[in-house]
């Protein structure tokens, strides 16, 4: 649940904050975004690759992943996100605070597209999860399952995987379907 204000926002941030529990919205460089909710062909695939990690991460005790809404905090200041899937392997575990929220990086993001926001996860949010030097990226169109997947090298993003219903990660040492 999100505080009770007891004076305007005076940052961006402060605003992002004041949203209603369960808002869809992001903050990416100090610019709010909101977005409608998402449609049943997103939920599905959602929902089947969250499967597959949920059974990959009881199986290895490697880590978690954890399904949107949920505040993912890049910084403290200009870039909140909620990405649809968040992958926190164990040795990163830290960076859930005691109230749920993420204050740091996650090793692997995944986004499933939704009508009108294609350049925000291919573009927007690439290059945000680029410059944070997030491990891997993978983004999933929900109509035809196209899935690119992106692996952090040094200072920037390589293409690792170009592919209809598969993920290949690298960084989880895991292939699956969906």
Same mark, same amino acid.
Not at 43 to 70: C, W
Not at 96 to 109: A, F, K, R, T, W
């Given at each position: 649940?999100?505080?009770?204000?007891?004076?305007?926002?005076?940052?961006?941030?402060?605003?992002?904050?004041?949203?209603?529990?369960?808002?869809?919205?992001?903050?990416?460089?100090?610019?709010?975004?909101? *977005?409608?909710?998402?449609? $049943? !062909? +997103?939920?599905?695939?959602?929902? @089947?690759?969250?499967? #597959?990690?949920? &059974?990959?991460?009881?199986?290895?005790?490697?880590?978690?992943?954890?399904?949107?809404?949920?505040?993912?905090?890049?910084?403290?200041?200009?870039?909140?996100?909620?990405?649809?899937?968040?992958?926190?392997?164990?040795?990163?575990? *830290?960076?859930?605070?005691? $109230? !749920? +929220?993420?204050?740091?990086?996650? @090793?692997?993001?995944? #986004?499933?597209? &939704?009508?009108?926001?294609?350049?925000?996860?291919?573009?927007?949010?690439?290059?945000?999860?680029?410059?944070?030097?997030?491990?891997?990226?993978?983004?999933?169109?929900?109509?035809?399952?196209?899935?690119?997947?992106?692996?952090?090298?040094?200072?920037?993003?390589?293409?690792?995987?170009?592919?209809?219903?598969?993920?290949?990660?690298?960084?989880?040492?895991?292939?699956?379907?969906?």
């Amino acid at each position: 649940m999100r505080n009770t204000l007891e004076r305007p926002p005076k940052t961006v941030m402060e605003v992002y904050q004041s949203l209603p529990e369960g808002t869809l919205a992001e903050l990416i460089n100090n610019a709010l975004y909101m *977005s409608p909710s998402p449609t $049943s !062909g +997103h939920q599905v695939v959602l929902n @089947d690759i969250n499967y #597959e990690l949920m &059974s990959h991460f009881r199986e290895t005790k490697t880590g978690m992943v954890l399904i949107a809404p949920l505040d993912v905090y890049l910084d403290e200041k200009n870039n909140a996100v909620q990405p649809d899937i968040t992958v926190i392997l164990n040795h990163n575990l *830290s960076i859930v605070n005691e $109230s !749920g +929220h993420i204050h740091g990086v996650p @090793d692997m993001l995944i #986004e499933v597209l &939704s009508p009108g926001n294609r350049d925000h996860d291919l573009i927007r949010k690439k290059d945000l999860y680029e410059s944070f030097g997030v491990k891997e990226y993978w983004v999933v169109d929900p109509e035809n399952k196209h899935t690119l997947g992106y692996s952090f090298n040094k200072s920037n993003y390589e293409l690792i995987g170009d592919t209809i219903g598969s993920i290949d990660s690298p960084l989880l040492k895991l292939k699956f379907t969906f």
